[in-house]
């Protein structure tokens, strides 16, 4: 089993900066791709950024610039750096990750989420 824990998510006025943190835990074999969704009232969830093991990123149009993903390896973790926050990037923030796990001697590759983290910003 793998765990995702979300932090950093707060309340910032428009032009200000967070940055979300998530950790994974459990019996980790390798992680593939971490990335960052948003989900906003009464909307889909959405793809805000994304990296992968070999450090590719891709980001959503309407982030980039502003938004800057990084991960560190050793310790399982993924950060969004965001700047220049706008109202619209109000929402719940969710952490993904594509892992292989192993137990017993055998590998289990699964998507997870975290819990998710409010972001929200004031005009």
């Known amino acids: 089993q793998v765990q995702l824990v979300e932090s950093g998510g707060g309340l910032v006025q428009a032009g200000g900066s967070l940055r979300l943190s998530c950790v994974a835990s459990g019996r980790i074999f390798s992680i593939n791709a971490m990335g960052w969704y948003r989900q906003a009232p009464g909307k889909q969830r959405e793809l805000v950024a994304r990296?992968?093991?070999?450090?590719?990123?891709d980001y959503a149009d309407s982030v980039k610039g502003r938004f800057t993903i990084s991960r560190d390896n050793a310790k399982n973790t993924v950060y969004l750096q965001m700047n220049s926050l706008k109202p619209e990037d109000t929402a719940a923030y969710f952490c993904?990750?594509?892992?292989?796990?192993?137990?017993?001697?055998?590998?289990?590759?699964?998507?997870?989420w975290g819990q998710g983290t409010q972001v929200t910003v004031s005009p």
């Open positions: 993904n990750a594509d892992v292989t796990s192993k137990y017993m001697g055998l590998k289990n590759r699964g998507d997870y």
């Open positions: 990296i992968i093991s070999a450090g590719a990123q």
